[in-house]
């Protein structure tokens, strides 16, 4: 079935590192996929989002590419700071449903 | 802030009991969702909601229900609770127009604890 596969955390990274979190789908069709964040306590926020294929999403010095010959879209930034501490989840929505299916999510954290 | 409101932000009660989860969308967004999150399965996708018809459903429990209201606000209805209910609700909302896709904007969630 449809499943999204996320690199297993978690990761601990010194600030003004470079940051990569892998993240695979398996879907049929062309979904959309998104990156979403959670801070400690609090809900998830949409970080970034593609919806077709070599689509480049990107925000806040974050940037995924929807590579549909690897059915993949990793998440990279070039220089992490402690605030980027957080759960990162890898998700898409198929063609035609609009319901989420997440990664098991990635925890980063970032040490001064 | 997203602009979803949950209610409560959090909930403790005991076996075999029944709660509600309320949540209200986004101004103008006609779908909403409800997503579990727990340790051991993750996040998963419960149900959706649009303009008040059953859209699509996941992975909900029989105990579990939910229905959306004219003003557009939902409410998670989870009965005959078992401590492996426990687990974080959260709400989302959508704009939805034919068959274009948007994002969702998640709610704080409701942390429930079944004891």
């Known amino acids: 079935g449809d499943s999204v596969t996320q690199m297993e955390g978690p990761v601990t990274l010194s600030e003004e590192a470079f940051l990569t979190i892998n993240c695979t789908y398996t879907?049929?069709?062309?979904?959309?996929l998104f990156w979403y964040v959670q801070y400690p306590g609090e809900g998830l926020q949409l970080l970034l989002k593609a919806t077709k294929a070599d689509d480049k999403g990107s925000n806040k010095g974050f940037e995924a590419t929807y590579r549909k010959e690897t059915t993949s879209f990793h998440l990279e930034k070039g220089s992490v700071q402690v605030s980027d501490s957080a759960v990162y989840f890898c998700a898409y929505s198929g063609a035609g449903s609009y319901q989420l299916t997440f990664g098991k999510g990635t925890k980063l954290s970032v040490i001064p | 802030d997203s602009g979803v409101t949950q209610t409560p932000k959090h909930l403790i009660t005991a076996t075999g009991q029944r709660v509600t989860l309320r949540c209200s969308p986004r101004?103008?967004?006609?779908?909403v969702y409800w997503y579990q999150q727990s340790l051991d399965q993750g996040l998963q996708f419960l149900i959706q909601?649009?303009?008040?018809?059953?859209?699509a459903k996941g992975n909900i429990l029989e105990r579990f229900s939910a229905q959306q209201f004219p003003d557009l606000h939902s409410e998670l209805n989870l009965s005959s609770l078992e401590l492996g209910d426990s687990a974080l609700y959260f709400c989302?909302?959508?704009?939805?127009?034919?068959?274009?896709?948007?994002?969702?904007?998640f709610g704080p969630g409701t942390r429930l604890t079944v004891t």
């Open positions: 101004s103008g967004d006609l779908s």
């Open positions: 909601y649009y303009n008040g018809e059953e859209r």
């Open positions: 879907a049929t069709g062309y979904p959309s």
């Open positions: 989302a909302s959508s704009v939805e127009l034919g068959s274009l896709t948007y994002e969702q904007y």
